[in-house]
């Protein structure tokens, strides 16, 4: 594509010459002849005079560039639009593999597309343009809506209903049984049956290796636009609110409830039936065990508030330097009530604490 | 079902309508017409007035209800129960589906059920009434025992034994080789090969998407009854004792042994080779790293008797107030030693420590 | 095979009767007849007299042994050439199984095997001899080396890039779409496309259930050697070093360097962008917040260098006896300044700290 068409569509200024032929994007380390760069910070504006790059779209009131050149007032914006123009995805042709399984009852609407050696089970119905991979399973009853996209081997169990744009990648198991037992005599744990079902909304996407827990009884959901990273663990009963961001392994306990717009960094821990507020956001490694308000920023295993967690790991990078404080005090001490004839009591002295262990 | 039937099913004492009609078991807040529901808590009570659900089961010696009741002395049985009795689960018709690949010599034991595009190795044995479900893989030589269930896209490595009545969810990995490498020279790792085994007792339930590697020499084996959520970790040669619970997202590293009765919360790290004993508890999010011994309860990473750890997180919010008090008692001693003539010694200040940072 | 037949083949000395046929490996304490055992440590000794092993690999200069012995100057490194010699592996017949869907344009070179249901789409080459297990997935385009192995179920995205000797387990995805998305209006997030590709080098291994994701634009890459334990998460962009080692369940995130011979316990987190030098090692379920130098050694989340992990550990152990020399130096200040008549200041004190709270 030429440079001038690419502005064109973009909606940027064109700075240098517009015949350029852009084919591809690229980061600038990488870049190569025909290839299209995106300069997200001034200072890596010199690099691009020994990059092989061919254009670069930089930030609208930047200082001149070495390259024919698209001006933009949000670049990041623009290089997504641009990378939707230059790479248009790889849409397969609507139609079942002859080598599916796809049981009885099953409907299908126009233009569906599944790859092959799928399964699909009786009763399920698929929306309009949607786009199952190969080595699918898509279980009894389940309803996938429009415009969604399975990749090859996910797994979707009975009664699942997905809306429309979904997304959902590898390995990702929806609908698993929860985890849940009862006692029994002698410890013995006797499985609760798991018949609640799984709702995803509109425009979720879902990363690989995820699994979602259907629910005990009622329903495990989550609601639009929330986007779940990589070999994430949703239990039963949890409710994820809308346009909620969870980074790679993390967990989620059962029944505990997300609220929306929260972002939950990687590898945090939700306990059980608690409630994180709208807009919260819960640092990396977190673990939350008790209910959070809206707005909430926290870190730390037990989470606490970010300014707090700063705090205590600063204060606690200083506790080797507080034990010698306390001997010197102590010392202090020592040599006033030897002066003043006072008796010092018999005390722990601070020189004893850092000779014993803990516990 | 009527009620009444429900009652006596249950061996439940029934107040109220006993012609009820209920069909479903439902949550409180979702529960519509024909829907029994199961009150936990004597609180949730007066929520039943507004509820559309239809019958409640409540703990026997709970205040009078709204609604006709089933009164257990264990609800929370009951409602397991119950459970059971209204939700038949989907027991596939036996037989092979022809999609199926079954390699030579397999062995199926009667009303076997496996579901379309499973691959079956030479040499296995499937026992009576086991259900397999679509696109599963069992290994060469591997034995199933009566009444398992395996789930879509499960994937059995071969030589694994397997026991009655074991439930393994989908995407999970039995077999898979062990980590383990000698270094050779320049640090390049050899591959140890991993020809041991892997043996689930009977009674045991595996979560999705989770990985038990086979053990180097000799075997990992998880004992009876014990019930493993989903995304866990089971490194080669490790013993798990019966009975026990490992919540999502836990890992146990090579040649570790955990006790029966043991629970892992959720995210919880064993290291190699050390030994959990028996009905130990393990915090979410803990970190073990030494032996502990029978009945331990343990949180924190490294993780410390839940005791201590919640002392240390106590004193730890305390931090910045010892720094403030150490400031105002060394202004205390300059105070006493100007009275007493006595000369400060050079020391550094509680001043100074907060001024400094860690390191 | 006979003794005599395999010290020859291992170079190892020979104690005892070279006539004794071992079969098999065995640890220790599971060893029986026809089984040849591997003493680590010389006070496992002992444990061999009443062992029905048939035969031991021990290390040169040892007490003498009641066993037929092999001595060895490297007796682990013998134990892993004495597994490669006694289990031959499982090497299937070169074929593709007629129930593969194999696409047009595709190249496999000689004796490549492929597994039943299995999906090779258009454009993908495979090198020679290298091994394909049931269903697996291989995407548009790809390229898979010589001498590798995919186990059943391994799933792999149109253009990606695996050397030889490549090891994949089952359950793997390599190539999902990286986690990036770019804030609309109102919060809503717009799918930046994941256009760019993984590149694994040569003999690498990767265990069960892991993700890698391709990158956004350029290469998510894995470089020669590395070894990656079961489910651990790769985002898009990350390039991983030569040689380096990282166990279960660690993450880490987008466009993080991670260099070479480094070594990743457990569970660890690693932020976006940041980078890990050569021969670093992480402690288990650390969090790695900002870049670390080569050969560095850290612990904790936030991570901090091992020995300051230590000093902080040891001295948090100590908080609560802190607390107590507080209350004491108080009550000896209070004593001396009422013996020299000085007014002690309006203080907080150390009784107060331990009676409040932390936020």
């Known amino acids: 594509m030429q440079l001038r068409e ?47 790059a061919s254009a670069a779209i930089i930030r609208e009131g930047s200082p001149p560039c070495p390259r024919p050149t698209l001006l933009a007032n949000d670049p990041y ?48 119905t698929i929306g309009r343009r949607s786009v199952v991979g190969a080595q699918v399973y898509i279980g009894k009853d ?26 959902i990648h590898s390995g990702t198991v929806i609908g698993s049984d929860g985890f849940g037992y009862v006692r029994g005599e002698q410890g013995i744990r006797i499985k609760i049956p798991q018949v609640g079902r799984v709702i995803l909304e509109d425009d979720i996407e879902i990363g690989a290796n995820v699994t979602i827990d259907r629910a005990t009884i009622g329903v495990t959901r989550i609601k639009r636009g929330t986007k ?32 929306d717009r929260v972002t939950l960094a990687g590898q945090v821990g939700i306990v059980d039936h608690i409630e994180i507020g709208d807009d919260a956001t819960v640092g990396a490694q977190a673990g939350v065990a008790k209910s959070l308000p809206p707005e909430s920023v926290v ?39 030897s002066a003043s004839g006072t008796e010092g009591q018999q005390s722990q002295t601070a020189q004893s604490i850092s000779e014993r262990g803990a516990h």
Do not use: W
């Not at 230059?86 to 609407?109: A, K, M, N």
């Not at 970010?306 to 205590?312: D, G, I, N, P, V």
């Not at 034990?323 to 020592?334: D, G, M």
């Open 142 to 167: 389940s309803r996938i809506g429009a415009d969604c996209r399975l990749y090859p081997q996910v797994m979707i169990r009975e009664g699942v209903e997905i809306g429309d744009r979904v997304i």
């Open 6 to 52: 690419l502005a064109e569509k973009l909606g940027c200024r064109l700075v240098g010459d517009g015949e350029t032929e852009v084919h591809r994007l690229a980061p600038l380390h990488e870049a190569s002849e025909g290839d299209l760069v995106f300069i997200a910070r001034t200072t890596d504006l010199p690099k691009l005079k020994t990059s092989k």
């Open 228 to 259: 779940i990273d990589n070999l994430v663990q949703i239990a039963h009963n949890v409710v994820v609110g809308a346009d909620t961001v969870i980074a790679a392994l993390s967990g989620i306990s059962g029944s505990a409830k997300i609220g």
């Open 299 to 337: 870190l730390g295993s037990p989470a606490v508030p970010h300014l707090t967690f700063k705090r205590r790991v600063a204060a606690a990078s200083r506790l080797p330097q507080i034990l010698n404080t306390l001997k010197r005090i102590e010392a202090r001490l020592v040599s006033l009530e």
């Open 77 to 124: 914006l623009t290089f997504v639009q641009a990378l939707r123009l230059l790479y248009t995805s790889d849409q397969p042709t609507p139609g079942v593999h002859p080598s599916c399984v796809i049981q009885e009852g099953v409907r299908l609407e126009e233009d569906v597309a599944i790859g092959p050696l799928s399964v699909v089970e009786a009763g399920v």
